[in-house]
């Protein structure tokens, strides 16, 4: 198979392209100049407040790299008409998308007759990191308490802010929601300094969601392989896993490093990466996007109830208070009633009647 994943884990690179130390120096107008030097500006202001806060050179706290207005915000969707990511390959750019590899990893005759005796490891699970794997929104919210009370400050306790706090990014928190009115340099200060207490409770994370381990031994028992997918860079997804004693069961991991745009591209890259159909995936989401991110992959979605009410939730194809309502047997059913090219681009059949039988009158002289 010519789609190997170690060339896709090279569309990380797309992120190269947006550095402008990599663009050829030529000659630049004046405006473009000008331009220039206002980032350069900038970026030793940010420089200045990262040094302050305790980050080092490479803008990262103990050893872990923070990207605060990245990981903290609301990502797109994506892959709405079935589009993918591109990735580079020797002989050139390769567009990747939804159909692509439906296609491109169908079974082998080995694989298939392997599938058709044991048919549970036909099938790939792919988990969210946040609020699946690990209870991230605590976290959060938690982060934000801690800055509040840095600051002598306080937060809201309306429900819906504090909902909205979990999935904004931290500028738009400070500005709109909080409602802080702080310089520009402070808000940075601010932002930087939530990003700082978030990763020091992850670093203290170390149980999983409630009845996560025993489904994944479940899951493992069966041989169906497992991915996990997050915004987060790898050095940190992989220690929370270390110290939650989950890393063992999970074969694949997207992480920030992979250069993915939206969720259903990192659902895209966890399938391939699984060497599975995304046909054949079933993600476990908790909240409506993540959902409909995986549908647009022509996976299954299974859904958590509780950050989200179950009728928030009504578009999954199956919604579960705990993973200890799960069994191997309910991701059969899942598949049971399709077949294996349910979410495949049907055309309609419009039945033709047969044409009408015309009456002729037969006049005898």
């Known amino acids: ?104 990893l169908q079974e082998g005759f080995l694989q298939r007759i392997r599938y058709a005796m044991k048919p549970d490891e036909a099938y790939g699970l792919i988990f969210s990191f946040d609020n699946v794997v690990a209870d991230t929104r605590t976290l959060k919210l938690n982060s934000w308490k801690q800055l509040a009370s840095e600051e002598g400050k306080e937060i809201p306790e309306d429900a819906d802010v504090q909902g909205r706090m979990l999935y904004a990014g931290a500028d738009h928190v400070l500005h709109k929601l909080l409602l802080w009115d702080e310089a520009e340099g402070e808000l940075d200060r601010l932002a930087l300094r939530f990003s700082q207490l978030y990763y020091d409770n992850l670093l203290r994370l170390s149980k999983p969601v409630e009845g996560l381990k025993e489904w994944l031994d479940a899951v493992s028992t069966a041989r169906i392989p497992c991915a996990v997918v997050s915004s987060l860079d790898r050095i940190n997804m992989t220690e929370a896993l270390e110290r939650m004693e989950l890393k063992k069961y999970f074969q694949a991991i997207v992480t920030e490093e992979d250069g993915m745009d939206s969720i259903a591209h990192r659902f895209l890259s966890a399938a391939m990466k699984l060497d599975r159909k995304p046909s054949k995936c079933v993600v476990f989401e908790d909240e409506p996007r993540g959902i409909a991110a995986a549908h647009n992959c022509t996976m299954m979605a299974v859904a958590l109830i509780g950050a989200h009410p179950a009728y928030d939730l009504v578009q999954a194809d199956l919604a579960v208070a705990s993973f200890n309502e799960l069994s191997v047997i309910n991701l059969r059913r899942l598949f049971a009633n399709k077949g294996s090219t349910f979410m495949d681009l049907q055309k309609q059949v419009i039945e033709k009647s047969p044409p009408k039988r015309k009456l002729t009158i037969d006049t005898i002289f």
């Open 1 to 104: 198979m010519d789609c190997a994943c170690s060339n896709f884990r090279s569309s990380s690179l797309l992120l190269l392209g947006r550095s402008p130390s990599l663009h050829p120096h030529y000659s630049f107008p004046s405006k473009l100049r000008f331009l220039t030097l206002k980032r350069l500006n900038l970026a030793k202001h940010a420089r200045v407040v990262r040094s302050a806060c305790g980050f080092n050179e490479n803008g990262s706290v103990n050893g872990f790299s923070v990207t605060p207005n990245k990981l903290f915000m609301q990502e797109a969707i994506g892959a709405e008409y079935g589009e993918g990511f591109e990735t580079f390959r020797p002989d050139g750019p390769l567009k990747v998308d939804v159909d692509f590899l439906n296609d491109r």
